[in-house]
């Protein structure tokens, strides 16, 4: 298996269960991952960055070849559209689990992609390639603005920018050229008419190498970030049966147009008329994969094996039909608040509930270290149900139940969304979350619970406190014999207060009384009455910080130490970095005046960029860092005063 995370790890129970032996190559920061404990066999790819390991074909090889084994998936990302690869494979005797190096190469430029595909009848935005003397000016205004520029190798929103004027347009594209290099090894960018808001539609194909290639109907993939999808679904509320005949009859002349074989999507945008566009063919298997295996039936991954060993496609493929709904989510660490800033640390806890109808394809389990190597999406959550309503009810259900600590994550956006009203009724885009800031700030949170939690956490410290006293260990949690000041912990962002008095329990939280009633209080688990409504919460303490998760949701409580540490405080005007990761550049010398928001040092981490800016008008009185450091998380990378 040539990846790594949840779609190794998916991979590797279907080829199980196929009575297929599997191994695992793996990164040292991935050496205690799940899917390597699942493979049959594994090998160390000595170091940390792709560069250095998933994205080295010749280690791949190696480690087949020392371990006997005859083919290879490559999953997606990584090697996945890597038309040499593919050709490399097949010199060592391998089996590609995956198109022909033909059919990746056709497509692994998007610019030729879409020169064949309009060949072959389907339909396609204008666009222009971006080379060394090009008048940047003249190819964007012949297009038509707004413009994207565009990596021509490689795809999931890296090396991708919108450009809507043309004074944007020239560092757009030295943006995206850096990050595509950094992404995928080639720089290569161009420009393509940029469709407002359109759904981001898709059609997953499957060819074997008899010369069939059929459709499975297609996906809608319209919420992004990033360019990124975060909800997936299958079949698309905006797809009848006639567009979904004509999707499907576009996407199979796409995948005959370069013989494809195995499995494979072909992505679309579609305007509010209901027009669509190519926008490009993925010659893997997709992330979002389990929404039509869910309302198919099908094993994509159990196909795929079974059409690399020659087979052709079985009745179950030719005759598919669609039953139900299906949605999946991406569980990504990353601060949305932010700007979807990833994070990284230690999942100290990772529990979904398997409710019916739910599957998760995870790539982590407890103690589980999410890192800055690698994208930093940690499981995908799908549901089926028999309508689009049912399916996307469970599945709120199943996130608002899980249990994520040490890493904050994405989870609240998710379920805000599988609720909101446009969601539900089907009105979908990819300016959705820009409409939708409330989603991404977090201000659609109740807060009218968070002191129930808060309380919780300070109850649950106390009765752990308790069940290790080693004196008067019987006493009720919290017990006077004299009557006297209230017990007090704090949290970030809240002061709790309480007093187990003969007359009844008191709390308040930052100096607002609650009417509560304690039913039970141990250290991991608090049954509380609050204002007439009982809740159970379920807590977890780990160092400075307790987790605690309830029917009102959930929340991170990093204890207030009573004495700070001087040390800890950051000057005035610092740039603290929001994350850890690479510095790329530093945009700024020691004496130089700079105005609030000017970039001042750009980090680079899971292969996004990310700028920092003068927090003020001022002068730059530090620098801490200089290109090429790696830097943690809130560590200071120059003063302003």
Known sequence: MANRGEIAARVMRTAHDLGIGTVAVYSDPDADAPFVRLADEAVRLPGAAPSETYLRGDLVIAAARATGADAV????????????????????GLTFVGPTP???????????????MESAGVPVLPGATVGPKSDLGALAAEIGYPVLVKAAFGGGGRGMRVVHTPAELGAAVDGARREAASAFGDGTVFLERFVVDPRHVEVQILGDTHGEVVSLFERECSIQRRYQKIVEEAPSPAVDPALRAELGAAAVAAGKAIGYTGAGTVEFVMDQ???????????????????????TGLDLVALQLRVAEGEPLPASVTRAALDGHAIEVRLYAEDVPAGFLPATGTLHRVRIPELPGVRVDSGVADGSVVGP??????????????????AARTLARAL????????????????????????LAGRTDTGYLTRHAELVSGKWCSG????????????????????????????????RNVGGLPQRRSYEGFDVSYAFRRDGFTASVNGEPLEVRVLAASATDVDLEVGGVRRHYAVHAVADTT????????VALVEVPRFADPDAV????????????????????????????????????????????????????????????????????????
């Open 400 to 423: 608002q139940q899980a249990q994520l600590h040490g890493v904050t994550t994405n989870r609240d956006l998710l379920v805000a969304i599988l609720r909101e009203e446009e969601f």
């Open 273 to 295: 008329r209901g027009e669509f566009f190519f926008l490009e063919v993925n010659t893997r298997l997709q992330v979002e994969h389990p929404v039509t295996e869910l309302v």
């Open 547 to 554: 987790f605690v998760d309830g029917p009102d949701g959930s």
């Open 570 to 641: 950051a000057h005035a005007g610092s740039l603290l970095a929001p994350m850890p990761g690479g510095v790329v550049r530093v945009l700024a010398a020691e004496g130089d005046a700079v105005t609030a928001g000017q970039p001042l040092v750009v980090l680079e981490a899971m292969k996004m960029e990310h700028t920092v800016t003068a927090p003020v008008d001022g002068t730059v009185a530090e620098v801490r860092v200089a290109q090429g450091d790696q830097v943690e998380t809130r560590q200071v990378l120059a003063v302003v005063e």
């Open 373 to 390: 190597h690698y994208d930093p999406m940690l499981a995908k959550v799908i549901a089926q149900g028999r309508t689009r309503a049912e």
């Open 448 to 479: 009218t619970t968070s002191h129930a939690r808060a309380l919780a956490a300070a109850l649950a410290a106390q009765a752990a406190d308790r069940a290790s006293a080693r004196v008067l260990g019987g006493l009720p949690s919290g017990w």
């Open 102 to 116: 033909e059919a990746i190469a056709s497509m692994g430029s998007k610019l030729e992609a879409k020169a064949l």
């Open 73 to 92: 998936h490559p999953g997606y990302g990584f090697l996945s559209e890597n038309a040499g690869f593919a050709r490399d494979c097949a010199a060592a």
